[in-house]
């Protein structure tokens, strides 16, 4: 249990710090690199969106994940669920733009935009399994969810490596594009698996009953 609430902990404290860099570029223009500066001023509306639904999906989702805050405040799970979804829609629509017309080339390109595409599918799906009151599977879909919106964190870990590394950037960002969210991906499936596989085991607490929710 402490493990959990560490690793809990760690994972909320990374994803509000990259949140709260999203909401200092948008709110303080002195503070925006270079690149950033760029993009909005190229794109300023899908890059509104994105800044702007990445960082509430960052926050919002941790806190959806906390089994402590979600069983003591079942209407505010929910409520902030709808915020989640909402953030990465329109986050990951704006993704989608500003992945067919990166200058990083073809690589980057897909990599983001797949990202953008799973990150949308799995949040739907998570939406369409609470609706037909499947909760594990809610569950299970929301931790892939999730971990495609921890592409932001894993983002911002990659990119001083790779240039502490050595590595160029016109190198390190098409594979960046990639490594920063399917790693998660594979993390999060062998999670859900293990649930399920716990689930088969005498005591085993994690069931598939489904469950009615007005969310």
């Known amino acids: 249990m402490i493990k959990k609430s560490v690793g809990w902990l760690v994972m909320t404290l990374l994803a509000v710090a990259v949140a709260g860099y999203a909401f200092a570029i948008l709110a303080m223009p002195g503070f925006r690199p270079g690149l950033v500066q760029a993009l909005l001023a190229e794109r300023p509306v899908a890059a509104y969106a994105h800044f702007l639904g990445g960082a509430i999906a960052l926050v919002a989702g941790a806190f959806q994940l906390n089994t402590w805050l979600r069983n003591r405040f079942l209407g505010f799970h929910r409520w902030l ?27 980057a390109q897909l990599g983001f935009g797949l990202l953008g595409v799973c990150w949308i599918f799995s949040t739907s799906n998570a939406y369409r399994h609470i609706r037909q009151g499947h909760v594990s599977q809610h569950r299970s879909w929301m931790i892939r ?3 495609l919106t921890l592409a932001a964190v894993t983002l911002r870990l990659y990119l001083p490596l790779s240039q502490i590394a050595g590595f160029s950037m016109m190198v390190a960002y098409p594979a960046i594009a990639w490594l920063c ?3 998660n991906l594979l993390v999060a499936e062998w999670f859900v698996r293990s649930r399920y596989s716990f689930a088969m085991l005498p005591g085993g607490s994690v069931g598939a009953k489904p469950l009615r929710s007005s969310a």
Do not use: E, K, Q, T
């Open 81 to 107: 669920g709808r915020l989640y979804m909402l953030a990465v829609i329109g986050g990951g629509v704006a993704a989608l733009f500003l992945a067919l017309h990166s200058s990083a080339g073809l690589m």
């Open 145 to 147: 969810s999730y971990a």
């Open 181 to 183: 969210w399917v790693p």
